[in-house]
C-alpha cells in the first residue's frame, strides 16, 4: 500500500478535559450519588430448563497440577501451546487478541424462549457460559435482521423491514464487524469485511430485494455520497471501526480494509484546515465543503474533543503496513494537548471545560454548560483512553486526573441534596466505567468506591422501572420534595424513551474487570432479559420503545422503528465480554475501546503492542487456559 498518511495534516484537535448521580440500591436506603449539570458561567418450573441450558463441564481426568515434577516439563506457554496444538477449542489466532479458546456456540431461539420463562431466582443461578452463549443469540438476531433487511443501509429499521439512510456507508456493518469477529460469528464477519473491501453480501438493499440487487448499488464500502457527514460520528464509528477490525485480524490479504480507512481519513481532511485546528463538525463527501451544521456556528466538546484515539490507531496501522517506525506525532501530541487547555481556558471549575466552542476562534462559550451528559460526555472518556492507548507517558494523566477533580467537586452530588440541576443523562453513565479503569492511578483513591455507587444510581435508572430499561435522563427530587414511584427520582415523558444505549452496560463490564464482583454481571444480565422481552422484533433486529413505563411494547405505536448502529458495535459486545472469562479476550492491559466500543491496541513507543501483549497475558494465565481447554 502506498503510505498517504504524509499528506495527512492528522490535525488531531483535541482539548483536554463535565455533571453525574449515584442512585441507592434501594429508594429507602443511602442517598444517590448523581451527576449534575452547571452552567459554567456560574458557580419455578424453571429448574428443569436450567439444567437443560447448563453447559455440562469438560471432564478433565483429574484436576491439573499446580506444579511440574522434576521430570516434567515446565508448564509455561510453551508447554500451553504444545499440550493444545491439536484441540479444536484453541484459537490459531489467539494473539489477535480474539480469546484463546473458541467462541461458543450461540443459544437456540428455544432456548432462549426457555431463559425468559424461567422465574427470577432461577434466572440469576443461570451459569456465566450460558449467559454468553444468550448475548451471542442475540447477536445473531439483531445481524441477521440488519443484514435481511437493510443491507447495505446504515441502520436497519425492524418493524418496517427496511433500511435507514444516514451518512450512506452502511454503517451498521462497519460497526458490527469486530462484534461479528469477536463472538465468533466468522462467515458474517468474512461477508462484511468483503463488502467493506469491494464486494457485495446481503440479501438485500434495503428495501426488501434480493442480492443481485445490492450488487448493482456499486458493491461495496465507497465515502462519495451527497450527504453531510458529521466528522465525530463518522470518526468514531466508521474511522473507529476498520482499523480496529484491521487490528483484529478482520482484513483482506492485501489490507482492503485499511486502505478504506484511509479513503476515509482523506474524505474527512478538509474539517481539519482551520486556523485553530479545531475541526469543523461536517463535510461533504461528494464536494468535500467542510461546514458548520446550520443548527449552530459552534461545535461540541464532546465532538472535537473525541477524535484523536482513531486517528492516532490509523497512523500507527499505516505506519505498520509500510514497515515504518515513527513516534514524534504521538510524544507531540500530548505537548500540544496542554498548551491548548492551558492557553484557552483556564476555570475555576478545575479541569471541567465548557461544552461549546468555536472552531474559528477556538474560544469557549462561557454560558455553555459543563456537562457529562450529551455534548461534553467522551471528552472526558478520552483524556484518560488517550493517555492509556498512547502508553502512558509520564504526565499524560494529569489532564484526567484535574478534571475529575472538577468532576467530584463541581457535578456529583447525593440523592436528596442540592444541586445546580437535578438531571442525569444516561449518557453520563459512562463515567463510572471510566473511574473504575482509573482507579489504579496513586491519585484516585477513591475513584473506585465512587464508581461503584454511580454504576448502582444507573442499574437503578433500569431495575425501577416497569420494563426494566433505562430512560434517556432522570430527574431526581430536590431535598424535602415528594417521592415518587421511582423512589427519589422521576421520569418526564418526553424523556422515558430508551435506544438501546450501552454506557451502562461498559461501566458494568469495567467494574467486573476490574473488580471481579458478581454484582456488576447480574445487573448486566437483567438488562439482556428487559431488551429480549421488550425490544425484541421477531423478523429480527431490536427496536427502541417509546416508553419504559410502558410494559405492553405489543401496542402499535410503542416502539420506535430504529435499531442505532451501536447496539450491535457498542451494547451486545460489552454485554457478551462481561459474561466471558477468557483472559486472552482483549485483555484490558492490551487494548482500550474508543467511545463506540471500537478495541484498539495500546501503543507502546507509538507502536501497536497488542500481539506480544496478549503473549503476555496468556503466559500469566496458562493455567487457567489449560483447565479451560480441559489439558
Excluded at 35 to 55: D, E, P
Aim: include cysteine; proline fraction near 4%; hydrophobic fraction near 40%.
Amino acid at each position: 500500500m502506498t503510505h498517504r498518511a504524509a499528506a495527512l495534516a492528522f490535525a488531531l484537535a483535541t482539548l483536554l478535559a463535565s455533571g453525574v448521580v449515584v442512585a441507592a440500591p434501594e429508594p429507602d436506603a443511602l442517598g444517590e450519588l448523581r451527576v449534575a449539570n452547571a452552567s459554567s458561567s456560574s458557580s419455578s418450573s424453571s429448574s428443569s430448563a436450567r439444567r437443560r441450558l447448563t453447559f455440562a463441564s469438560r471432564s478433565r481426568g483429574g484436576e491439573p497440577s499446580s506444579g511440574a515434577s522434576a521430570s516434567e516439563p515446565p508448564r509455561d506457554l510453551e508447554w500451553l501451546l504444545r499440550a493444545t496444538s491439536a484441540s479444536p477449542r484453541r484459537r490459531e489466532d489467539w494473539r489477535d487478541g480474539l480469546g484463546f479458546a473458541t467462541a461458543i456456540d450461540a443459544l437456540s431461539p428455544s432456548d432462549v424462549d426457555a431463559l425468559l420463562s424461567l422465574s427470577d431466582d432461577d434466572f440469576r443461578a443461570i451459569p456465566t457460559e450460558t449467559r454468553r452463549a444468550a448475548v451471542k443469540a442475540s447477536v445473531q438476531h439483531a445481524w441477521r435482521g440488519y443484514r435481511d433487511h437493510a443491507w447495505p443501509h446504515d441502520e436497519l429499521a425492524p418493524l418496517s423491514r427496511s433500511g435507514l439512510r444516514w451518512l450512506d456507508v452502511g454503517v451498521t456493518i462497519v460497526d458490527a464487524l469486530d462484534t461479528l469477529l469477536i463472538v465468533g460469528l466468522d462467515d458474517d464477519a468474512a461477508e462484511a469485511i468483503s463488502w467493506i473491501a469491494g464486494g457485495g453480501g446481503g440479501d438485500g438493499d434495503g428495501t426488501g430485494a434480493t442480492a443481485a440487487a445490492a450488487e448493482t448499488r456499486g458493491g461495496g464500502l465507497t465515502f462519495d455520497s451527497d450527504v453531510n457527514a458529521n466528522v465525530f460520528e463518522a470518526t468514531i464509528r466508521v474511522l473507529g471501526g476498520l482499523t480496529s477490525a484491521h487490528k483484529l485480524g478482520g482484513d483482506t490479504r492485501d489490507g482492503g480494509v485499511l486502505r478504506k480507512a484511509l479513503d476515509l481519513a482523506e474524505k474527512l481532511l478538509p474539517a481539519f484546515k482551520t486556523a485553530s485546528g479545531i475541526p469543523i463538525m461536517d463535510v461533504n463527501f461528494a464536494t468535500g465543503d467542510a461546514h458548520q451544521p446550520t443548527w449552530t456556528n459552534r461545535a461540541s466538546l464532546a465532538e472535537v474533543g473525541t477524535l484523536v484515539l482513531e486517528w492516532a490507531a490509523l497512523e500507527e496501522a499505516l505506519l505498520v503496513a509500510e514497515n515504518r517506525s515513527e513516534t514524534t506525532r504521538t510524544r507531540q501530541r500530548w505537548v500540544m494537548h496542554g498548551l491548548i487547555t492551558k492557553g484557552l481556558w483556564d476555570p475555576a471549575t478545575g479541569g471541567l471545560l465548557p461544552s461549546s466552542v468555536s472552531a474559528v476562534t477556538a474560544t469557549f462559550d462561557a454560558s455553555s454548560t459543563l456537562t457529562l451528559g450529551a455534548r461534553g460526555d467522551s471528552y472526558y472518556e478520552y483524556l484518560l483512553k488517550h493517555w492509556i492507548h498512547a502508553g502512558k507517558p509520564a504526565g499524560g494523566e494529569r489532564a484526567y486526573l484535574n478534571a475529575m477533580d472538577g468532576v467530584l467537586m463541581y457535578l456529583l452530588h447525593r440523592a436528596g441534596g442540592e444541586a445546580l440541576n437535578h438531571k442525569m443523562d444516561h449518557l453520563a453513565c459512562f463515567l463510572p466505567g471510566v473511574l473504575a479503569l482509573g482507579a489504579s492511578l496513586p491519585a484516585s483513591t477513591t475513584h473506585l468506591d465512587i464508581a461503584r455507587e454511580l454504576a448502582r444510581t444507573c442499574v437503578q435508572m433500569y431495575a425501577r422501572t416497569s420494563t426494566g430499561l433505562a430512560p434517556e435522563m432522570v430527574h431526581f427530587a430536590a431535598e424535602g420534595a415528594s417521592t415518587t414511584s421511582h423512589g427519589d427520582f422521576v421520569v418526564k415523558l418526553q424523556d422515558a424513551h430508551n435506544v438501546l444505549r450501552p454506557e451502562t452496560v461498559e461501566s458494568l463490564y469495567v467494574l467486573w474487570k476490574t473488580t471481579n464482583e458478581r454484582e456488576w454481571r447480574d445487573a448486566a444480565w437483567a438488562m439482556w432479559r428487559a431488551w429480549e422481552i421488550h425490544a425484541k422484533v421477531p423478523s429480527g433486529g431490536y427496536a427502541s420503545l417509546r416508553d419504559v413505563e410502558n410494559g405492553d411494547n405489543s401496542e402499535e405505536g410503542a416502539k420506535i422503528d430504529r435499531m442505532e448502529s451501536f447496539f450491535l458495535g457498542e451494547t451486545l459486545k460489552y454485554l457478551y465480554l462481561t459474561f466471558s472469562d477468557d483472559p486472552a479476550l482483549l485483555p484490558m492491559e492490551c487494548f482500550v475501546f474508543n467511545t463506540e466500543a471500537h478495541p484498539l491496541p495500546v501503543l507502546r513507543d507509538g507502536v501497536s503492542d497488542g500481539r506480544a501483549c496478549v503473549e503476555r497475558v496468556v503466559e500469566g494465565h496458562v493455567e487457567t487456559l489449560a483447565e479451560t481447554l480441559g489439558v
